[in-house]
């Protein structure tokens, strides 16, 4: 059983920062990478950003520079530090990670989503 557990979402101004953090938990025998995704009303999910468990991170063209995206591997986590942030952020976050619960058996699992709201 793997867990995806993220925190941090909430309503903030536009122009502000926030960050959020996620954490995998339960039977993991290698994490791969490790990522947020976005998804508003309507619309398919997003790729935000990713990062590797060697700590290279690629973004989506509207976040590059104004998030980062980082891991501590030691406790299978990541985050992503949002700054400058727009209206047209707002969306419901997901974290996935590449979880590895054996050396055999592979799969992306998800946290169950944060709300992140940007108000004008």
């Known amino acids: 059983q793997v867990q995806l557990v993220e925190s941090g979402g909430g309503l903030v101004q536009s122009g502000r920062s926030l960050r959020l953090d996620c954490a995998v938990s339960?039977?993991?025998?290698?994490?791969?990478?490790m990522g947020w995704f976005r998804q508003t009303p309507g619309q398919q999910r997003e790729l935000v950003a990713r990062?590797?468990?060697?700590?290279?991170?690629t973004y989506s063209n509207s976040v590059k520079g104004r998030f980062t995206i980082g891991r501590d591997n030691s406790k299978n986590s990541v985050y992503l530090e949002m700054t400058n942030l727009r209206p047209e952020d707002t969306a419901v976050f997901y974290c996935?990670?590449?979880?590895?619960?054996?050396?055999?058996?592979?799969?992306?699992?998800w946290g169950q989503g944060t709300q992140v709201t940007v108000s004008a």
């Open positions: 996935y990670a590449d979880v590895w619960t054996s050396q055999w058996s592979q799969r992306d699992y």
């Open positions: 339960g039977s993991i025998f290698d994490v791969g990478d």
């Open positions: 990062v590797t468990p060697a700590h290279i991170s």
